[in-house]
């Protein structure tokens, strides 16, 4: 039964390639030789394709759609219409934010480039050329661009199908235009904060409309079985079971009757979790037609019409007292959905978790608005790389605490450190009802002052000042709040937010796992066999990781607002747990002990006293299926489901130098240290990355990204040409580090990492450039800090010369 | 982003091309590398029924000293531009330029005459053209001109080609002794366009400037020779006064469009920056620097 013991406790620790070692990707080896299979490389016998007439005008009444020329090219098998899916009642669907969203627009369009008709045809080309040859007669209409301005007296009417509803699905409604009123925290209190206060300061600041912009963009193929009965939708989904969830709901059929699958997913960051009318209009045409249907988006379509992020604009207010330490917060937000409320986040939390916008500090008192209003702009509001509204509540109160610092003539750094959460405080409860569950942020911005030698940069500052050169020094200290979420307030159309992970170990000694999340390139496969490696003593190389196959994997919510980790691994985690247990059972069979003389050793249990005397996994595996005790099943796996007790709170401390150019507004990043504390780290190698890739992003962000309208409604620059992506070559370099705070609730102590480096990226850089001007008396620039709107900032100041 | 349907010619022969399009006038179109016209077929702002590939054309590519001047194939890519010494060497600003414009990838299909004929104010080679007064061979069915890189531009997409004409070759006369170049180009990213751009040529002696060419990119609805800039920097030691009259005169003839690269206040002040650093930089390297 046991075998020589050539090797020591390290070494098969190590040759387990489980919890804490760089693994090297698992998917990358397919990923890197071109053989990764995404949604454009599904391709079925008799296929065909569909694509949109969108309309060119932000507000219109359609009068009349010919379709008949349309229908006259050759290739050309048929245009929907939202007459053709009325009937069906398809034409509208409801959103994840209790809403109702056009699939075709029905009488009227609402946005630039919203879909209007769904032309089907052999192949794209005829598709495009059936596009083309649509006849749609609009009337325009005024339109809305300002959400200030969309809720004014007798503002036009944008959502007519919904103008006498006093809500629609999130609470009670004021105006035509108005989707939703959310409060948070105590105002009583908050207002008596503010007028005692000896301190108050108060900023407008606006997060611009971005887009996700995954370097894959949305896309699907439905194939209907018509034998069968069974509906078969490829498509990259973030979320595959809610998916199929919703496409019961809306198409009436089974879900046992609808596989849905996510092939490999080139990026989501929030845009691939909710439902858009491509999906519907591709499932329709194969119910239809009896021949699979592919759509898939363009970049311009992509941009300008599924799912764009932030759009908020909030004002900041802080108490404090002569010190800086805060005394109240107050912060009133307008939020721009656009034309349908289409945010994907639990659905009792309108503004997302936005009420995490306390941060990393000990605020007594807080007062939180939010309004959500219609425009007509494309709809959304989701999360990019961020759990729900956390990256505008970070910016918000980042920027404030400089913002305080400046008006009292205190340190960025100190007032920080004035204002923290102290370690002592964990389980910390904040203001406004979240319970904190573990940190020592002194200690991270500490280590990160250390390590940029901050004293020397703030000296370094004061003499280029002295010169009229411009430099500045940006610090976030910021709080994520992760792991959506907890059955008691999180839930997604009523189904909870739960994990959930399947562990099958196979006779010969490996095993397969399968989850309810879907990787969209974070390395998945990877780390979920790293964890179930430590917890089930079978070498992650043996552990096959499947996810994204609603057939197959066990229902989960999806992976977005970075809850793989908080949620799915520690369903990973249990399972490989549950197996173990089993696996006792046997190896005491195996070894003719009593359960209680074994102990777990690394990949085997071993007898107490005896270390001789063991079972190792592998034997333990052919044992289950093979020579079992009395009254034990044959086999060896389990299914486990996660409600998490809590979220998890990772947090980190940034800091970020720039040099600026004051005759062209050009900013230089000259260094980017980012320390963050994720708890347990599982894979150090991949941590590194999603940070690498975070900070990309809050660099493209904070630098230059916006989705611009004009005052037509006509969305500017929806390409890369315009819309800007960074290249390696604009990237700054990131120099990384780490605290180690587990989570205490957690199974592993972790807590997710995914999106932290965009929720304090951001602020960092932003930070970072008004710190540049701020002994010039400039508190806040808006971004995206693009050079033009730089020198603006030098042009008023009279320094661009 | 699919294109409307076309017919595609790939011609051997110069005389084949001009046969091809004087039978197909305006609904021929020449393509060379194909990045300007490609991607705005893909977005069905250009439809042309016949595309005209000049891939496979002999003696349009290649890069020569004739005489003194330098001969450019109008199918010679960015790429070779910047791979050629040789050119380098004699007209450096060629190379300087051709580095930024957008990235390799699209260096190694682009070519310096699709650049120069398309007529897109944001293309960078236009301005150079103008600052080394550079003269373009364009061939039609009534043989061969040449018309000035100066007198080339007529509007956004609208250039001196007539019906039946494509551009064969640019002839770059020998720079003068003593002549420094430079091009400088404020952008948001690699492959952007330019917000603003300047190229310059000057040539001094014993002290005083001989000769001076000023040009700009994406600031007006053409490329814009600076010809107000070029005088004020002639005859002159190209001392504070005399840069500053000619960034102002360049500045002067700007007309940018508000973009996402900046309201049309920012991208006039940036063409401001960009002659003065363009000049400065020409100086130093007319010195020897």
Redesign the interface.
């Known amino acids: 039964m046991s075998e020589t013991k050539t090797e020591t406790a390290a070494e098969r620790e190590a040759a387990l390639g489980g919890i804490g070692c760089d693994k090297r990707r698992k998917e990358d080896a397919r990923f890197i030789r071109g053989q990764g299979n995404y949604i454009d490389d599904i391709k079925l016998p008799n296929m065909v394709f569909g694509d949109f007439v969108r309309s060119p005008y932000a507000h219109a009444r359609i009068k009349s759609i010919d379709a008949e020329k349309a229908k006259a090219v050759p290739g050309v098998i048929a245009v929907l219409t939202a007459a053709d899916l009325k009937p069906l009642n398809l034409h509208w669907m409801p959103t994840l934010a209790g809403d109702t969203q056009a699939v075709l627009a029905d009488e009227k369009v609402h946005f630039q480039n919203q879909e209007v008709a769904f032309v089907i045809a052999e192949d794209r080309y005829a598709a495009a050329d059936g596009i083309q040859l649509v006849d749609v007669d609009y009337e325009e209409l005024p339109v809305l661009i300002d959400p200030k301005k969309a809720l004014e007296d007798g503002a036009p009417i944008l959502r007519e199908d919904v103008k006498d509803k006093d809500e629609v699905g999130q609470g009670p409604r004021r105006h035509p235009n108005h989707i939703f009123n959310w409060q948070s925290g105590d105002k009583d209190a908050t207002d008596k904060a503010f007028a005692g206060a000896q301190v108050t300061v108060k900023e407008e600041i606006f997060y611009q409309r971005v887009h996700p912009a995954p370097i894959e963009t949305c896309g699907c193929v439905a194939s209907m079985d018509a034998v069968s009965g069974r509906l078969t939708l490829y498509g990259t989904f973030q979320a595959p079971h809610v998916v199929r969830t919703i496409v019961s709901l809306i198409a009436g059929l089974p879900e046992s009757k609808i596989r849905v699958i996510s092939p490999d997913v080139g990026g989501g960051f929030g845009n691939k979790v909710g439902a858009y009318p491509g999906y519907v209009c591709a499932i329709v045409g194969s119910i239809v037609l009896g021949r699979p249907v592919k759509w898939i988006e363009s970049r311009i379509d992509n941009i300008s019409t599924t799912a764009f992020a932030r759009d908020y604009h909030m004002t900041g207010e802080l108490a404090a007292d002569k010190d800086g330490k805060i005394t109240g917060l107050r912060a009133n937000v307008l939020a721009d959905h656009g034309a349908f409320n289409t945010h994907a986040q639990p659905m009792k939390w309108p503004a997302g978790f936005f009420n995490i916008v306390t941060g990393s500090y000990d605020v007594p008192t807080a007062h939180v608005t939010v309004d959500g209003v219609y425009t007509n702009k494309a709809p959304g509001g989701v999360s990019y790389r961020c759990s729900f509204r956390v990256t505008e509540a970070a910016y918000l109160i980042e920027r404030m605490l400089d913002v305080l610092a400046q008006k009292i003539g205190v340190d960025k750094a100190e007032i920080r450190l004035r204002n923290f959460i102290k370690p002592e405080q964990f389980p910390y409860n904040s203001c406004l009802g979240w319970e904190y569950d573990s940190g020592d942020y002194p200690a991270a911005l500490k280590q990160a002052m250390k390590a940029v030698g901050y004293e020397d940069l703030r000296k370094e500052q004061a003499e280029k000042r002295a010169r009229g050169e411009l430099m500045g020094i940006g610090i976030a200290t910021f709080t994520e709040i992760v792991g959506a979420g907890p059955s008691r307030n999180c839930d997604i159309l009523g189904i909870k937010m739960f994990e959930s992970c399947e562990i099958r170990v196979h006779p010969t000694g490996s095993a397969t796992a399968r989850l309810g999340t879907k990787s969209t390139g974070q390395g998945h496969e990877t780390t979920y066999a790293q964890i179930i490696a430590t917890e089930i003593g079978i070498p992650s190389d043996l552990i096959t990781v499947e996810e994204g196959d609603t057939d197959t994997a066990p229902y989960g919510l999806g992976t977005y607002g970075s809850r793989t980790t908080p949620v799915g691994a520690a369903a990973a985690a249990r399972a490989g747990r549950k197996i173990r247990e089993k696996a006792k059972k046997i190896a005491a069979h195996m070894l003719e002990v009593s359960e209680n003389d074994l102990e777990w050793d690394v990949d085997r249990f071993t007898v107490k006293g005896v270390p001789d005397l063991s079972a190792t996994m592998k034997d333990i595996a052919m044992a289950a299926y093979s020579n079992l005790p009395e009254g034990l099943e044959h086999g060896l796996e389990v299914v486990d489901y996660y409600d998490p007790p809590n979220m998890t709170y990772p947090f980190g401390a940034y800091i970020c130098v720039v040099d600026v150019n004051r005759h062209t507004g050009e900013i230089s990043v000259r260094s980017f240290y980012a320390l963050d504390d994720c708890g347990t780290r599982i894979n150090p190698m991949i941590i590194e990355g999603q940070v690498h890739g975070g900070l990309t992003e809050a660099f493209g962000i904070a630098m230059g990204q916006e989705i611009v309208y004009d005052d037509m409604g006509n969305v500017l620059g929806a390409s890369f040409l315009d819309y800007f992506m960074p290249t390696a070559v604009e990237t700054p370099h990131w120099e990384t580090d780490h605290t180690v705070t587990p989570s205490p609730h957690h199974p592993l102590g972790a807590k997710g990492v995914g999106e932290s480096p965009n929720v304090g990226g951001v602020p960092a850089f932003s930070n970072a450039v008004v710190d540049a001007f701020a002994h010039l008396g400039v508190t806040h620039m808006p971004m995206p800090h693009a050079a033009w709107r730089v020198w603006q900032t030098c042009h008023e100041l009279g320094i661009d010369k | 982003?699919?294109p409307?349907?076309f017919e595609y010619h790939r011609p051997g022969s110069v005389d084949e091309v001009v046969s091809l399009l004087a039978e197909l006038g305006e609904e021929g179109r020449v393509l060379a590398g194909g990045h300007s016209l490609i991607p705005m077929m893909k977005l069905?702002l250009a439809e042309p029924a016949h595309l005209i590939d000049l891939t496979g054309v002999e003696g349009l590519r290649g890069i020569a000293e004739v005489e003194g001047a330098i001969h450019i194939g109008a199918m010679t890519t960015q790429a070779e531009i910047i791979k050629s010494d040789a050119l380098a060497e004699r007209c450096p600003i060629l190379r300087e330029a051709a580095e930024l414009i957008a990235?390799p990838q699209v260096r190694a299909l682009g070519t310096i005459g699709g650049n120069a004929a398309n007529g897109d104010p944001g293309n960078d080679i236009p301005a150079v053209m103008m600052a080394v007064d550079a003269a373009y061979v364009l061939r039609g069915s009534d043989g061969e001109r040449t018309v000035a890189a100066r007198d080339f531009y007529q509007g956004p997409f609208e250039t001196a080609l007539a019906v039946g004409e494509f551009l064969t070759a640019i002839r770059i006369p020998a720079p003068p002794a003593g002549q420094g170049q430079a091009y400088c180009k404020?952008k948001?990213?690699?492959?952007?366009y330019a917000?603003a751009a300047t190229a310059v040529t000057l040539a001094v002696d014993g002290g005083v400037c001989g000769q001076a060419a000023v040009a700009l990119t994406n600031v007006g609805i053409t490329p814009l020779y600076a010809e107000a800039a070029s005088t004020a920097l002639v005859g002159t030691a190209v001392d504070a006064a005399a840069v500053e009259a000619a960034v102002e005169a360049a500045v002067a003839i700007t007309d940018p469009a508000a973009?996402?690269?900046?309201?049309v206040?920012?991208?006039r002040?940036?063409a401001g920056?960009m002659t003065r650093r363009a000049i400065e930089t020409a100086l130093a390297r007319a010195k020897g620097g």
Do not use: C, N
């Open positions: 982003m699919i409307a349907s069905r990235d404020l948001r990213k690699v492959g952007d917000i973009d996402l690269r900046g309201p206040e920012y991208r002040h940036a920056v």
